[in-house]
C-alpha cells in the first residue's frame, strides 16, 4: 500500500495526500500549492506522507 500511495503522491500530489490523510486542511492545502505550482504541492505531498 505504501508503494502505491508513494506512485500516486508523484503523479498527482492531492491524490496521494487524500488517500493517507483524507479529504481534510492537509489535501486543500496540496490542492493550493499543487496549483501554484507542480513542485510545491510534490515537496508538500512528500513532507506529509513520509517525513512526519
Known amino acids: ?3 502505491l500511495i508513494l506512485i500516486a503522491t508523484i503523479l498527482l500530489p492531492p491524490l496521494g495526500v487524500a488517500a ?11 490542492v ?4 501554484l505550482g507542480f513542485i510545491p504541492g510534490l515537496i ?9
Open 1 to 3: 500500500m505504501a508503494i
Open 20 to 30: 493517507k490523510h483524507g479529504l481534510g486542511g492537509t489535501t486543500l492545502l496540496n
Open 32 to 35: 493550493v500549492l499543487t496549483l
Open 44 to 52: 508538500h505531498g512528500l513532507y506529509v506522507n513520509y517525513a512526519r
